[in-house]
């Protein structure tokens, strides 16, 4: 459903765009998905414009759209040079250029300085002494040394929206409230925790914009789109206290919470009541936390450093400061039961947030979970396009991975009836429809409401 699905702005594209044009290179972003264009359509528009270094990033499940686009470009443009970048090649960039042989380069890392330096190496061909790359020479395949995470990140502009088609992008209906724009701004890079299940693409060291600069870009955004919310992204947004006091203390003196609100993810460790009132009055309506299962064995296993009885005490906390909670599930981690399935939507429901998501398990190249489960023989799948944690797999053989005595028809009836469960409660449904104050409010929630029709087939 268009109103529930997302389509969010390439970010990471725009960062690397900024960067480029701050250097005077010329560059251009094409969003295929937002613009909804084919890969022919896309080979044509770089035919009209003519350039020479096309980069691509990759996504796990895309890879194979990725590669057929790789196979266009190639046969249409003999002597450009396609540079691939994103999670997928962080994770895997030699076996990236060894599946996609069309393209020359792939950039693992922050990718805004290795692009540069590849524009300013287009001529001569002379990549090895770009840091963070891996590229052909002859028949074999090179990887230079990593490069080092960028400390300071007001050392790079902004990111270049004005490349991007700024009003085809949508969060997802349960973090945007009425339906007015709601864009996204990323203020820190990198995670101290080691989740098995997350690749940490920035690194394990928190690095944040300054709040002026913080400030600075949401003020713009309301300048150029009127904006009255927003998604403010991190990959651990509260983990440095000083940070977020910082930054919340900035919203209020310079009255931006007086025009914006925002939402934006969290751990909920990394919380307590004292911040969360904080972040509420700097404008924050709603927190996404990762709770991942209901077993606190499973919790262990992750590395996920958390109790229940945190989780729970978090949930209430935020609740209390008046922001709105969502809660990720996950069914299907390595060694769990039916009855851990089960235990995670009980807890589910005994937590209470205004929106929850269950998703089927899968181990992404570049996770702890990942190694260890292809160490010990049990990745079942590295046909990319199956990793992807909603829908699309046909048995249990296209399945990445499935715990032992598990199946794809179990987990897949599990995530239904977690919707089931969840959703289609009295208490539930009387809240929905008690927060009703527009025709767009109706239309999101019937939306919803055929989603979980459909999962009852």
Not at 29 to 56: C, K, P, T, Y
Not at 308 to 324: P, W, Y
Not at 398 to 418: C, D, T, W
Request: aromatic share 8%; charged share 25%.
């Amino acid at each position: 459903m268009k109103q529930f699905g997302a389509v969010t702005e390439p970010l990471g594209l725009a960062y690397i765009a900024g960067y480029l044009v701050s250097k005077n290179i010329s560059v251009r972003i094409i969003d295929a998905s937002a613009e909804r264009m084919s890969g022919d359509d896309i080979v044509q528009s770089i035919l009209n414009h003519g350039e020479r270094i096309i980069g691509i990033s990759i996504l796990t499940p895309s890879f194979h759209i990725v590669r057929e686009l790789c196979r266009k470009i190639r046969h249409a443009f003999r002597s450009c040079i396609i540079v691939l970048g994103g999670p997928h090649c962080t994770a895997l960039p030699e076996q990236t250029l060894q599946e996609i042989p069309e393209a020359d380069i792939t950039c693992f890392g922050e990718g805004e300085q290795t692009m540069a330096e590849i524009a300013e190496k287009q001529e001569d061909l002379n990549f090895e002494k770009i840091k963070g790359i891996c590229y052909r020479s002859g028949s074999k395949i090179l990887r230079t040394e990593d490069r080092p995470y960028i400390r300071e990140l007001d050392t790079i502009p902004p990111p270049a929206r004005n490349l991007l088609p700024m009003k085809k992008y949508h969060l997802t209906a349960s973090r945007v409230e009425g339906d007015s724009y709601c864009p996204t701004i990323i203020v820190a890079r990198g995670c101290p925790f080691s989740c098995t299940y997350c690749s940490r693409t920035f690194g394990r060291t928190f690095r944040a914009h300054s709040v002026n600069r913080i400030i600075s870009e949401i003020r713009s955004l309301v300048d150029l789109y009127q904006i009255s919310q927003i998604n403010i992204e991190a990959d651990t947004l509260t983990v440095k206290k000083k940070f977020i006091k910082e930054l919340c203390n900035a919203l209020i003196d310079s009255g931006v919470n007086k025009r914006v609100k925002w939402t934006c993810e969290s751990r909920v460790d990394t919380v307590n009541e004292e911040t969360l009132k904080l972040m509420r009055k700097a404008g924050c309506w709603q927190i996404s936390y990762g709770v991942e299962t209901g077993s606190q064995r499973l919790l262990d296993l992750i590395n996920k450093s958390v109790t229940l009885e945190q989780i729970e005490d978090t949930f209430r906390i935020t609740k209390q400061a008046g922001i709105t909670v969502r809660g990720f599930f996950m069914l299907g981690l390595p060694t769990e039961t039916r009855a851990e399935s089960m235990a995670t939507i009980e807890f589910a429901k005994k937590l209470n947030p205004t929106w929850a998501q269950f998703t089927i398990t899968v181990p992404y190249p570049g996770t702890p979970m990942f190694d260890e489960l292809d160490r010990a023989g049990k990745i079942r799948s590295y046909d990319w396009s199956r990793y992807n944690t909603w829908s699309g797999w046909k048995g249990d053989d296209e399945m990445p991975f499935i715990a032992e005595g598990r199946s794809l028809e179990e987990l897949a009836s599990l995530q239904k009836i977690a919707l089931r469960k969840f959703y289609l409660r009295l208490s539930v449904v009387f809240r929905f429809l008690s927060t009703v104050n527009s025709f767009h409010d109706l239309k999101k929630y019937f939306a919803g409401l055929q989603v979980l029709i459909k999962s009852k087939k």
